[in-house]
């Protein structure tokens, strides 16, 4: 693909990042902003004009689907060779080319799974055994090393960051030194260990050093606000001295810190480089403007550095219908309501591939599942790395490997092989049956993509692209609504997104409550639902868990702002579970109160402040003392907007106090007796 055609179709941000010389280049790219379509413009730019080879370009993601997408774009732009894998697969393979001489004698093997050592370490030290109590070690575990963090450094490590631990911070270091030492035993390697090994066989030894960046002269990473400090590890090991890097991330779709991600690589990246390029996409062409909006909303009440960094999308596309809201009686009702819904929208004509149901965590799935199946309404449940091992996706690789050669055209081939598995004309009934058949209709729509880019493919080749797939975990779209978590719906986008159960305590979760980091997580979380909308969008919460139950939950507080006043979800439920109490007011001008701010400070923005200005300076000087001591950020400890509505408000006790947003149970314990004290004081 010649230059002109590369640039074709590219808005003057996207052209400047296609077209930036090279050395380091910082793309900041909002949700739907054409991320994808500008790095691997991009790639195919710097191999067309010479200034790098195929072969010689690192492109790394943070999931293999985005990998395989990237490669399969890259293909259709005439260019092949480029090495785009996950930071782990990358790792993988240099650690086995590298190994005879860094380590020497045969490879460790790569462990399928930490639990069983983890065990064996946990019983050791009279730690407990059960699966959950195992998954909390192995997490514990996989945050350390992907933070650096030895374990003789994690209790240290947890007690600076105030981070929760599952058990007693020196019985989870044991159980990391434990679980290390079981595995060196057994010459086994993690995941994390490849990042590590690789690592270090770049850093301590100059010959493969010089080798590796012999092979590779320009990288490329995606979803820079993601990595872990052992990533960036890794990146500089394969830097060097050199500086030809392009990365691309957007803060305000920071979702992994708990895994220890950290987006300051990103928002330090033009310090680090201060000759970088820095251009930022924020025109969005995926949403409507109304979702769009929505978006911008919900990330305009962020705080934190994160958001001092954040785009402000852009939309692009033809108006659409404004953002629904819907409150329910109980979860069943609320599933039932998506499902009609779903129905309604796939008889009219929207395919069931284009709609999903996202929710906080997994175990909300049943309910969806369920709802669905009622209403006769094909699902999948989100986990791309399983449709290869579906029984009919294996049997249909097995007879399209037995096919060999052909004489028709590729897709015709492909749906004569199918017809014994189970593909027919027209769809079966019944839910499950249907959704065999829509993986079979799925690996037939596989073979239309490929003849696109190659229109002389046969059978042979047709089955060395679905292996590709099968071992990148790279799965085609299946003809049936999507059920997510929002965390694996990153990356991925849908004409119809519903976003369900927005609830205290379920979104912002229970356990962030009181942590104004992990709350402002939990809003990216949101944020990254709503920006997988491309034309509709639906919330919904239920103020019960079951029928007839007590109906005292609270709808998400970060709803606040985006609900119209005038939408008849605009009236919530009161604290004692009665329905259509009146939305909060502001205490001065009796206006509803938009944003989180005005709800912390119970008074719109721009009403007079009655705030104790003296009593106010007491209290900063205090949070600046603690945030010394601890040595974190001093909105850790509470925000500007707290402080300001302690002043203002003056609690006389603890329930006064838990009622400002952002004060919880956790900085009650820690916070509270102080706060107090210092109102007491000003008052005597």
Known sequence: MTAPTLEAGLDDEQLAAVT???????????????????????????????????????????????????????RALGVSG????????????????????????????????????????AARVKAGTDAAALRDFAGEIEWAKATLVTPD???????????????????????????????????????????????????????????FRDRYRCFVVDEYQDVTPLQQRVLDAWLGERDDLTVVGDANQTIYTFAGASPRYLLDFARRFPEAVVVRLERDYRSTPQVVAAANTLIGSARGRVAGSRLRLIGQLPPGPEPDFAEHDDEPAEAAAAAKQIARLIADGTPASEIAVLFRINAQSEVYEQALTDVGVPYQVRGGERFFNRPEVRRAMVAVRA?????????????????????????????????????????????EELVAVEPDAGMPR????????????????VQGVTLASLHAAKGL???????????????????????????????????????????????SWALSRQPGG????????FLYGLIPDEHPASRVANSGGGRGAPKPRCRVCGSPLIGADSMKLRRCADCPSDVDLELLDRLRGWRADVAKEQ??????????????????????????????????????????????????ESDS
């Open 403 to 447: 096919a060999g050669e052909v004489d028709a055209p590729l897709v015709d081939a492909v749906r004569a092989v199918l017809a014994p598995v189970g593909l027919t004309p027209d769809p079966p009934a019944g839910a499950q049956q249907r959704a065999q058949w829509e993986s079979l209709l799925a690996i037939v729509e596989l073979a």
């Open 550 to 557: 007590p109906r005292r939950r609270r709808r998400s507080r």
């Open 493 to 539: 986008e849908w004409d119809v997104v519903f976003l369900v159960g927005l609830v205290e305590g379920t979104l912002p979760i229970q356990h962030a409550e009181g942590d104004d980091e992990a709350i402002e997580e939990e809003r990216r979380l949101l944020y990254v639902g709503i920006t997988r909308a491309r034309r509709r969008l639906a919330m």
């Open 631 to 680: 040595q974190v950020p001093a909105y850790v400890i509470f925000t500007d907007a707290t402080l300001t509505a302690i002043a203002e408000q003056r609690p006389a006790d603890n329930a006064s106090l838990v009622r400002i947003p952002g004060i919880g149970a956790r900085k009650l314990d820690r916070y509270g007796e102080a706060v107090l004290g210092l109102i007491a």
């Open 82 to 121: 480029v090495q785009a894998r996950t930071f782990h697969a990358a790792a993988l393979r240099q650690l086995r080319y590298f190994w005879p001489r860094v380590v020497g004698g045969p490879q460790w093997q790569l462990l399928d799974g930490k639990l069983r050592l983890v065990g064996q370490a």
């Open 153 to 211: 450094e994690y209790p240290a490590a947890v007690a600076k960051l105030r981070r929760e631990t599952p058990a007693a911070a020196e019985q989870v270091a044991a159980v990391y030194a434990g679980y290390e030492a079981l595995k060196n035993r057994a010459e086994m390697l993690d995941f994390d260990d490849l990042l590590l090994h690789t690592a270090a066989a770049l850093e301590e030894h100059a010959g493969v050093a010089e080798e």
């Open 20 to 74: 930036a010389p090279r050395g380091p280049v910082c793309v900041l790219a909002g949700a739907g902003t054409g991320k994808t379509r500008t790095i691997t413009r991009r790639i195919a730019h710097l191999v067309s004009t010479g200034h790098v080879a195929p072969g010689q370009v690192l492109a790394v993601t943070f999931t293999a689907r985005a990998a395989g997408e990237m490669r399969t774009r890259l």
């Open 462 to 477: 047709f089955a060395a692209e679905l292996e590709t797939r099968a071992d990148a975990a790279h799965p085609p779209t």
